[in-house]
């Protein structure tokens, strides 16, 4: 005699869907489908980004909002070695990352991002990539939004795009066993994200 139990038998199928379902998806982050999780990236954006609207009373940010600061801004660096506040005519095309730049409101939101994840990623010991993944899920930045997290040597780097209404925000992340470093920098704000070429 044979007891077949309803819903217990599996098909080939079923180990592919196993072996996905431990797989970290690149496209989700805590459960949510992700027109849901794009809901919430875009909420995060607007909570932590408050403070630096031009409406909002100045924190750190002297120059209001709209205007470039008079001298060359310290956040991104220069990622083709000239000189800051250079007027050389450049070939490069719209797209290119050198005429890319964080305006005013932006910085104030880099700095802002860049502090609650180093503060979530501050800890006795290097979190893995995996654990930096799910910290940074847990901050709201979903997997769609994080590129190029891997561990190189003592060093695991990432990085985040921020980019949304034709902004130009992206973070670059560092964590080793003593240091989480994290920096705003500029990337064009169409097209798809281009990690910055750091010296």
Excluded at 110 to 133: D, F, M, N, V, W
Excluded at 147 to 172: E, I, P
Aim: charged share 20%; aromatic share 4%.
């Amino acid at each position: 005699m044979t007891l077949t139990a309803c819903g217990t038998e599996e098909t080939p199928g079923d180990d592919a869907r196993k072996t996905s379902a431990d797989t970290v998806d690149a496209g989700s982050s805590g459960g949510l489908p992700i027109p849901d999780q794009r809901v919430v990236f875009m909420d995060m954006l607007n909570t932590v980004g408050q403070p630096c609207a031009p409406d909002a009373p100045p924190e750190e940010e002297p120059t209001p909002a709209g205007e470039k600061p008079p001298t060359a801004p310290v956040e991104p660096l220069p990622v083709d070695g000239s000189a800051p506040g250079s007027t050389e005519p450049t070939s490069h095309t719209s797209e290119s990352p050198q005429e890319a730049t964080l305006s005013a409101v932006e910085k104030c939101e880099g700095r802002l991002h860049s502090k609650r994840i180093t503060k979530a990623l501050s800890r006795p010991t290097a979190p893995t990539p995996g654990e930096i993944r799910t910290t940074l899920n847990d901050l709201g930045y979903i997997n769609e939004r994080i590129h190029n997290l891997r561990k190189s040597g003592a060093t695991t780097r990432f990085y985040v795009d921020l980019r949304v209404l034709g902004g130009s925000l992206c973070l670059d992340g560092s964590v080793t066993s003593t240091t989480t470093v994290v920096t705003a920098f500029a990337a064009p704000p169409t097209g798809p994200f281009i990690p910055a070429k750091r010296s």
